[in-house]
């Protein structure tokens, strides 16, 4: 049923979750309950994912950047991602969903790397939805350890450096084997890419919604692929000609 309201459906929707803040100082309340009620929102927005067909969800959970934050506010958004994996993995397990983690690894402290590992071993043979967590993610940071392990291949003599190809690269990003986002959705009126897929992002739609993250729901993020859907993606070249224009 949903899938025949949409008319073409993206493979890889990447989603940037931005205004909980704003969220929660619009209604008085501190930041952090604005990253709970953006919980509910991946929750609601996963499962509208599924339902849609989509295969592939990315969502820009913490970026290398928001160490900066309020010491306080770092503890509760790592708590929020413990509680999300702890709580739903099962579920989402239940529910066919594959999970995988992009971002740095080396230095995460704690349960936190873990628990990010058992969730991607527990799901690995699932073959519905996959749903990329980005945590401690950075794309020019992505970037540079991918040319950093070519490198290592080049100093080695094991690969000549007239052979590094974007293909190359891209087998060595964090995201191997996943095709690129079709359709990038930022919440919040932001309108930038704030570090998040450079590399992928080549040839995305970007669709800016303007509401904030905690209050996404199904029905903003159908409009959004209902307005990639609308779109004209030429990757380059040119839109197939009409008849009579050849004829002309
Ligand atoms: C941006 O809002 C949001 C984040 C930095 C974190 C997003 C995290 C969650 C929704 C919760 C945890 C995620 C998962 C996958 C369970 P902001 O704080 O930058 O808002 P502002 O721009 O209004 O200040």
Request: proline share 5%; charged share 25%.
């Amino acid at each position: 049923m949903v899938q025949g309201e949409l008319p073409s459906i993206p493979r890889h929707v990447a989603i940037i979750m931005d205004g909980n803040g704003r969220w929660a100082n619009e209604r008085g309340l501190p930041r952090t309950v604005g990253h709970s009620k953006g919980v509910e929102a991946v929750r609601r927005t996963v499962e509208a994912a599924g339902d849609a067909g989509i295969e592939f969800l990315t969502l820009f959970a913490f970026s290398s950047e928001n160490w900066s934050r309020p010491q306080e506010e770092v503890s509760v958004l790592m708590g929020l991602l413990r509680r999300f994996i702890r709580r739903d993995l099962a579920e989402l397990h239940r529910s066919n969903v594959r999970i995988r983690v992009i971002g740095e690894r080396d230095g995460l402290q704690g349960d936190i790397l873990p628990l990010l590992l058992e969730a991607e071993e527990t799901t690995c043979n699932n073959t519905g939805l996959t749903l990329i967590i980005a945590f401690n993610y950075g794309a020019r940071d992505e970037i540079a350890r991918a040319v950093r392990r070519l490198s290592v291949e080049v100093e080695a003599g094991r690969l000549k450096a007239a052979d590094v190809t974007p293909d190359l690269i891209a087998a060595h990003l964090d995201t191997a084997g996943i095709p690129d986002p079709d359709l990038i959705i930022r919440t919040s009126g932001e309108e930038r890419l704030s570090n998040f897929l450079l590399w992928q992002a080549a040839y995305s739609e970007f669709v800016f919604v303007p509401q904030y993250w905690p209050d996404f729901n199904r029905e903003l993020f159908y409009e959004a692929i209902r307005t990639f859907s609308a779109r004209d993606r030429r990757f380059g070249g040119l839109s197939p000609v009409a008849p009579a224009a050849v004829a002309g």
